[in-house]
């Protein structure tokens, strides 16, 4: 059997909100903030107890950083990989809500109403996101077949792994709330991939 944690990063600048309080950060190379880094470190101490054989990254330091912190306690090396960035919001990459609806808002609602087919200028629908990550995930859990693996990502990357495992349908990613430093868990057995928890969080729990 493959197991894989998947858990989002830690909080960045933006990652909550709405209008102008909220960022579309995708592959702009952000920060943690000071809750991120903290609730980093809780998730680490939530995940020394687990026996893992690798821990898989995004290489945009959120994720990374948030990465390091977990697999420090098991002595392995973290294995950054581009693949596992956000989805591209290409030139709304870094912006907030108001600035995209000022600058694109027959775009903006073209997306808001079809993520599947809709993408940015310069970026990825949900679909190229998703035809993005299938085959990476196909490698790392043929990989570890046997072992107990953790993937550290994105929002909108662990959403659309799980509608991915699940069969269901992209345009329901909204209805997945995925916590920052969140934990959910896949296993796979014999082929046939199952969700055991999404986005477990008690470890977070007195954070300020």
Same mark, same amino acid.
Request: net charge negative; with cysteine.
């Given at each position: 059997m493959?197991?894989?944690?998947?858990?989002?990063?830690?909080?960045?600048?933006?990652?909550?909100?709405?209008?102008?309080?909220?960022?579309?950060?995708?592959?702009?190379?952000?920060?943690?903030?000071a809750?991120?880094?903290?609730q980093?470190?809780?998730?680490?101490?939530?995940?020394?107890? /687990?026996?893992?054989?690798?821990?898989?990254?995004? $290489? +945009?330091?959120? &994720? !990374?950083l948030?990465?390091?912190?977990?697999a *420090? #306690?098991?002595?392995?090396e973290?294995?950054?990989?581009?693949?596992?960035?956000?989805?591209n919001?290409?030139?709304w990459?870094?912006?907030? /809500?108001?600035?995209i609806?000022?600058?694109?808002? $027959? +775009?903006?609602r &073209? !997306?808001q109403?079809?993520?599947?087919?809709? *993408? #940015?200028p310069?970026g990825?629908?949900?679909l190229?996101?998703?035809?993005?990550?299938?085959?990476?995930?196909?490698?790392i859990?043929?990989?570890?077949?046997?072992?107990?693996?953790?993937?550290?990502?994105?929002?909108?990357?662990?959403r659309?792994?799980?509608l991915?495992?699940?069969?269901?349908?992209?345009?329901?990613?909204?209805?997945?709330?995925?916590?920052?430093?969140?934990?959910?868990?896949v296993?796979?057995?014999?082929g046939?991939?199952?969700?055991?928890?999404?986005?477990?969080?008690?470890?977070?729990l007195?954070?300020?």
């Open positions: 493959a197991s894989v944690f998947l858990i989002r990063h830690g909080e960045v600048a933006g990652n909550h909100g709405s209008g102008d309080r909220v960022f579309y950060s995708g592959w702009d190379d952000v920060p943690l903030t809750r991120g880094t903290h980093a470190e809780a998730v680490a101490r939530r995940m020394a107890g /687990e026996k893992l054989h690798a821990v898989y990254s995004s $290489d +945009l330091q959120r &994720a !990374r948030t990465a390091q912190a977990i *420090a #306690p098991h002595g392995i973290v294995r950054c990989d581009a693949v596992w960035r956000e989805t919001f290409g030139a990459n870094g912006k907030s /809500e108001s600035e609806l000022e600058g694109w808002p $027959d +775009l903006w &073209a !997306r109403s079809d993520p599947m087919s809709v *993408a #940015p310069e990825e629908s949900l190229d996101l998703a035809n993005r990550l299938a085959p990476a995930w196909q490698q859990v043929t990989r570890h077949e046997h072992e107990q693996i953790a993937l550290i990502a994105h929002q909108g990357v662990i659309v792994l799980l991915l495992i699940l069969e269901a349908p992209l345009a329901g990613y909204r209805r997945l709330k995925i916590g920052n430093c969140s934990v959910s868990r296993e796979v057995v014999a046939e991939t199952s969700v055991s928890f999404l986005n477990e969080t008690h470890h977070l007195g954070l300020e």
